[in-house]
């Protein structure tokens, strides 16, 4: 039978979610009428998700289990979900049930009327602290100021996509990607459908500050040269400040104004610049790291057990 929709759930450690996902996905698909399959992508856990994952798949041949050989991150997983994917339409969703399997319905429904791409908005998040709701609203709207492709805000990877757009995603293969930036950069219809982010059903955060932190890293670097630039916009206006001074300290100096003699001002610029400078220079490291890890064109991952192919 032809599948119309391929859920896909990227799974690190998340052993007490499992079933109830898989049961949730399972109630909602079912009552769908149309055939789906759930893609679940074990991104190197070490708490035996794994072998719960292959318990689900042999019980259900809809459940197509995709197994890394190591954790190689969120999005990487993602990224994998997609290319196994088999389905019309492609779901993200998290393992941990914060992202309720209910609402697929309510994108299914979008994507009907013929929008490629559904992307759920958070118009409330329960039970997280005031931190990461901070931290979480902070990195979307500097995110959407400072890169180019205007990436909704409040959304994660929660989302559908119609087939077309997966199978052009499926060219991208940048190394540090940010999914929910390539989905906005490729265009098509896109659509954005309200829903209220629950609790984590059981489990910890598998997202700490780190890693939020080199996420949104990953995001700017991806869609923005904005760091890059900045050090340009610094050397004009220190070097325009200094363009300025020249007259003023001659004409005090001309004066016989003792105030030009310290040393305190000249050691608080050189500071100053070297600081700005060794920034500057931290920039560009990032990016030629990057350029680096491209060039080595290794794979995005490595699967140690891939679904079987019927
Ligand atoms: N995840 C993953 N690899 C990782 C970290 C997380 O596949 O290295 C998965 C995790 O199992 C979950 C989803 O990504 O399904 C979102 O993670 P989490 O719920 O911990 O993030 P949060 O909702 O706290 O931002
Ligand atoms: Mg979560």
Redesign the pocket.
């Given at each position: 039978m032809k599948i119309v929709y391929s859920v896909v759930?990227?799974?690190?450690n998340?052993l007490e979610n499992l079933p109830e996902l898989y049961r949730r996905v399972k109630a909602v698909m079912d009552s769908n009428g149309e055939a789906w399959e759930l893609v679940l992508v074990d991104?190197g856990s070490t708490d035996g998700s794994t072998e719960k994952i292959r318990e689900l798949a042999q019980n259900d041949s809809r459940v197509r289990p995709v197994i890394f050989a190591r954790?190689f991150?969120?999005q990487i997983?993602i990224t994998a979900g997609w290319d196994y994917a088999r389905g019309d339409a492609i779901v993200i969703i998290?393992?941990?049930l914060?992202d309720p399997p209910e609402v697929i319905l309510d994108l299914a429904k979008k994507w009907k009327e013929g929008y490629e791409v559904v992307y759920a908005v958070r118009a409330e998040r329960e039970g997280e602290s005031w931190f990461k709701k901070f931290t979480a609203s902070m990195f979307y709207r500097i995110i959407y100021r400072i890169t180019d492709v205007k990436i909704p805000v409040d959304t994660g990877d929660f989302r559908l996509m119609d087939r077309k757009v997966v199978d052009v995603l499926k060219q991208m293969r940048e190394r540090h990607r940010f999914p929910r930036g390539m989905s906005a950069w490729v265009g098509f219809r896109q659509v954005g459908v309200e829903y209220k982010r629950a609790v984590?059903f059981a489990g910890e955060?598998?997202?700490p500050l780190n890693k939020m932190l080199l996420l949104a890293l990953n995001a700017i670097t991806s869609f923005s040269y904005f760091p890059l630039q900045v050090a340009t916009y610094f050397g004009f206006v220190s070097a325009g400040l200094a363009i300025l001074a020249i007259p003023v300290v001659i004409y005090l100096r001309m004066e016989g104004s003792p105030q030009f003699t310290g040393q305190a001002t000249t050691l608080i610029a050189v500071l100053f610049l070297g600081g700005v400078q060794l920034i500057s220079l931290g920039i560009l490291g990032e990016y030629i790291g990057r350029l680096y890890d491209e060039a080595k064109g290794r794979p995005l991952y490595i699967v140690r057990e891939a679904p079987k192919e019927e």
């Open positions: 759930a990227p799974i690190y998340e991104d954790n991150g969120h997983a998290d393992a941990d914060q984590r955060t598998k997202y």
